[in-house]
């Protein structure tokens, strides 16, 4: 391991260039206008695996963009990881507040700036580098390794369960490896054991079938504007619960441990809000807000649009009215039973003055991993080696569609060692991830791959 562990600090600096090489495409997945970018950057990737030797790399075509797969075979009695990671990325909007362009990367202050830096691409090609350094000093890495890198993360996953289906076999491994989460805090290491589930909802009212005077029609015809603000307030109540009935029905109650073991965790909240511009947080009533953002299902407004908002005014009493409502999900819910059930909700109280339409957009299923396991140890004693102290085994508030598919259609489990930060800025403007954690991302994983090849 020691050789692997040098020519990564030798070779830093080149890993560096060519990470900037990838985040200069841009891979916006949710935009039909960047499908080139996104298929130049799967096409980028395969190369770069086809270079350090990978077989059968290759960026596969699917209905919607290519997931690229390679895979480094080490030896029969070698435990096999499935790396999975995304390098489609979030759109960079609103341009105006990044520093420095989102996809011209650039290092400042100990930070590489870009869209996809930290989420995902600057974690993903960790692994990368990983095996580039053992397969240039000792031929081959420890262990067998399969790539799945997929280009629709950001988008809801639409393409991958089928892809997964169809190949199980050539996919097939003893367990999945992902790095695309955080790390607690800066040094505080940890492997994600819980991931937020989704449903993702578009709902639409509409009143009048045109746009109306509000001088002549206001008064008397409805506005859609108001009546879905209304709405969408009322899906809260005082003690900031949601109020779509049923909705917390399958929800599995916090153990008094996982509780306690939340409350232990080194955080504090107020900085943690405070570093956003937040002086008072809202939690649901009788949960901490670690347990809110991790632990707890939610139901955040993510746009709203209908009428007139161009300059100046326009006294329009608008035909249409829609928002984008997301909802995080915990064991044991179920996107599509939220659907319906937010959707009865919406038909039951919108008013009798117009229709509403709820549309599906995706979801995603939550999932706790299970922490008991090889892999999942020599996770935890690379990052020990690492950080110098034992990683905490934490929930995110985020989701990964993929880690419940791999579970339902492979039955593999996935160690979610993840070196990002909270503050990386991961969908916002000046996205970055910290040279340091690119650094230790690699070294980790060099040391995971030296464990769990010796567990085989
Ligand atoms: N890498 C994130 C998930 C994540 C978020 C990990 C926060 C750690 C902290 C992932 O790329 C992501 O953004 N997922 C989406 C999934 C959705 C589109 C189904 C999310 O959580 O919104
Ligand atoms: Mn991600
Ligand atoms: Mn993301």
Redesign the pocket.
Known sequence: MQKALDYARQHFAAFLDELIALLAIPSVSTDTAYAGDVARAAQWLADHLAALGAQGAHAVPTDGHPVVVGEYYAAEDRPTILIYG?YDV?PPDPLDLWESPPFDPVIRDGALYARGAS??KGQLFMWMKALEAYVKTYGTPPINMKFILEGE?????THLPPFIQARKDTLAADVVLIS???LFAPGVPSI?CG??G?S?VEVTLTGPNRDLHSGVYGGAIENPINALAKLIADLHDADHRVTIEGFYDDVRPLTEEERSEISRLPFDGCAWAAEVGVTHMRAETGYSPLEGTTARPTLDCNGIWGGYIGEGAKTVLPSKASAKI?M?LVPDQDPEDIVHRIRAHFETHTPLTMHVHVKAV???VPVLVNTQSPAMEAAAVALEQVYGQRPHFTR??????VVADFRRLMGLDSVLM?F?L?TDA??SPNEHFGIDRFEQGIESIIRFMALYGSEG
Not at 153 to 157: D, F, I, K, N, T
Not at 396 to 401: D, K
């Open positions: 995304h979030q989420d995902d993360e950001e988008c809801g996953s695309d989460t955080a994600t991931l937020r989704m993702y997301s995080r995706h979801g995603a995110i508030g985020g989701s990964i569609p993840g990002g909270d991961i969908h």
